[in-house]
């Protein structure tokens, strides 16, 4: 532990450097007039069944795009291309989050002018992708139903760093007794006054309402994503 | 991105540390007869609720007692404490992880002696504990039914550090139509020969067979965890 100092130091100078990084994604995404929402949750609560509905009912409206982060593997890339929209896997061996330039090496060939939304789904971590800008103009926390109430207590900082909160697989919702007051109230307990969607990718609950919200965000005033 | 280089050598010290502070904890866990079993897994996979029961029903025949860790609340002590054993909490702020030292600073007023089983339940995360060695004799993933069949394939590092697999939430198995040959193929292909239990907190599927297993490997010669 007598090293911690000097790793606390090397952290935050690649913190700031992240920082550094996603001011210039920022500023990129504003000058090419697109939308970036950025997905972060626990592995396995359902962010990819999310993204990839997401993606197919905004395709007929909108030109959408989708990063992937994962440890290992292309599946997730695999299931979002399903939806018809350009999607790109980022693997990052044992980091469990995305950084700013991971997201800048990604977008390389890629034509941002041509895109309406760009979403960047994170590696599967409540701790990790908290700390991290990524440029983006709203980031979603996603908790599932069958994680139990508890969440925003045990990981209250991926609470404060999103802007809006998703509780997803509402569909299970009554299998898992799920409270949900308790989670409600645990989240605002939290984060007073976020904003909590309930969605379910299986049945569709609340996918419209989650659709119209991104066209208001993307029309309206952009909100620059704060870390607090 | 310049920096890594220097993290990683940090990190690597940091890492080095852990290992001879967890060399130290596992001759005294050794020393004092007492078989520690560490949990690791997402958030949300019911560790907690399946470390109750285990406590609760060893209680009668064994003398047990277990750490928890969470990055913020005392909630899972308490949680614990309902089984009537000995619990402490370790809050790591903002670490993803428990480290070794951490596991040794909360043991310094028990007499492992005066124990047969040490359960460590780690932070929810399936990441950053993988690469720190608590000194346990056995450790354990568990991976819920609700969270998908892909989690070995995803999150390698953890599969490959633990011992046991365990498939948690197997009442909701139906619900999620969950596809256990695929989630059984997916642990042998990242992890071949790994031995696998499935377990339900709820209806008490597993946990003879679990409290089996645990007295028969206390009872066997010791086996060392090693990470690999």
């Not at 909108?62 to 982060?69: D, S």
């Not at 939806?83 to 991971?102: D, F, N, R, W, Y």
């Not at 969605?199 to 704060?226: C, N, Q």
Request: proline share 4%; glycine share 6%.
């Amino acid at each position: 532990m007598t090293q911690e100092p000097r790793l606390v130091e090397v952290r935050k100078n690649i913190l700031k450097q992240n920082d550094v990084v996603a001011r210039e994604l920022r500023s990129e995404f504003r000058r090419s007039n697109v939308f970036v929402v950025s997905l972060v949750s626990s592995p396995g609560s359902g962010k990819t069944a999310f993204l990839e509905k997401i993606l197919t009912l905004l395709r007929p409206r909108y030109r959408v795009a989708a990063l992937v982060g994962d440890l290992a593997t292309e599946n997730d890339a695999l299931r979002l291309a399903r939806s018809g929209a350009p999607v790109k896997q980022i693997t990052t061996g044992t980091l469990c989050h995305l950084e700013a330039a991971m997201v800048r090496n990604a977008l390389q060939t890629w034509d941002l002018a041509q895109l309406d939304f760009l979403f960047i789904e994170n590696v599967g971590n409540l701790v990790c992708p908290s700390s991290y800008d990524l440029g983006e103009n709203l980031r979603l926390v996603l908790t599932s139903v069958t994680e139990g109430e508890d969440k925003p207590l045990k990981y209250p900082t991926i609470f404060h760093s999103a802007d809006v909160a998703l509780l997803t697989k509402m569909d299970l919702s009554q299998a898992v007794e799920f409270d949900e007051p308790t989670a409600l109230a645990n989240i605002q307990a939290v984060r007073p006054g976020m904003q909590v969607l309930r969605v379910s990718a299986k049945t569709g609950l609340g996918m419209k309402e989650f659709i119209d919200f991104l066209g208001s965000r993307r029309a309206g005033p952009r909100e620059m994503h704060v870390s607090l």
